[in-house]
């Protein structure tokens, strides 16, 4: 089955500069990327996805980048704010199993 | 009207009894799934259901049994509860026929074994 791996597993960064956050997939048939964003106490929920037929994404401050050769894809936020601090996860569809595999999940702290 | 609805929130029992999550979706999606969440946040499939039929069974206990009447509801039933369960459950639902769709998640059930 899919495997995805997720780095760094915490982030901090200083208000307004930007994050980036990177996964790498295993299973070459995999075709859909979101990224949810979980914050503390509450359910993950989606900021934004990627097909594979698509390089890149964007959705004001977050976009989303897939390389589908190196079965990497990554995270970019700019222009942080205190509030996105949070839990962020990556996923990949299996396409076998229509679940979807996450990552390790990545802490990101954004320092006023 | 919350898409994805489960009960309860909170969950604090005794090690050794028996206790059932319910999940509701009225976004007429046709896969329900539930996901573990452990302390450290990672969160693993368990089980999925498509129109009512078990699709996902990951290596779970057998401890823990899924039920869907229908396509709009599963539940998930754990018995002789251990230390090792206590957990946060999320249940979600998606639309089989779109390969894009995301998942929708339930807002969790912290279970709590002492």
């Known amino acids: 089955g899919e495997n995805v791996e997720q780095h760094p597993s915490t982030l901090s960064v200083q208000e307004g500069d930007s994050a980036v956050i990177k996964c790498t997939y295993s299973?070459?048939?995999?075709?859909?990327f979101p990224w949810y964003k979980q914050e503390l106490g509450k359910r993950p929920q989606l900021i934004i996805d990627?097909?594979?037929?698509?390089g890149e994404k964007k959705d004001q401050r977050i976009a989303v980048t897939l390389n589908k050769t190196a079965k990497h894809f990554s995270l970019h936020i700019t222009e942080t704010q205190p509030e996105d601090s949070a839990v962020y996860f990556c996923?990949?569809?299996?396409?076998?199993?229509?679940?979807?595999?996450f990552g390790s999940g990545t802490r990101l702290q954004v320092q006023p | 009207d919350t898409a994805v609805s489960q009960t309860p929130k909170y969950l604090v029992t005794q090690m050794g009894n028996d206790k059932s999550i319910k999940c509701e979706q009225n976004?007429?999606?046709?896969?329900m799934y539930w996901y573990k969440q452990d302390s450290k946040k990672f969160l693993k499939i368990m089980f999925s259901?498509?129109?009512?039929?078990?699709?996902i069974n990951e290596t779970v206990p057998n401890r823990f049994s899924p039920k869907s009447p229908d396509k709009a509801h599963l539940n998930l039933h754990i018995n002789s509860l251990e230390l090792g369960d206590s957990a946060v459950y999320f249940c979600?639902?998606?639309?089989?026929?779109?390969?894009?769709?995301?998942?929708?998640f339930g807002n969790g059930t912290r279970l709590t074994v002492t």
């Open positions: 979600a639902s998606s639309l089989s026929e779109d390969r894009h769709s995301p998942l929708h």
């Open positions: 299973d070459s048939a995999s075709n859909y």
């Open positions: 990627i097909r594979s037929n698509v």
């Open positions: 996923a990949a569809r299996d396409t076998g199993r229509r679940a979807l595999t």
């Open positions: 976004l007429g999606h046709d896969t």
């Open positions: 259901y498509n129109n009512k039929e078990l699709i």
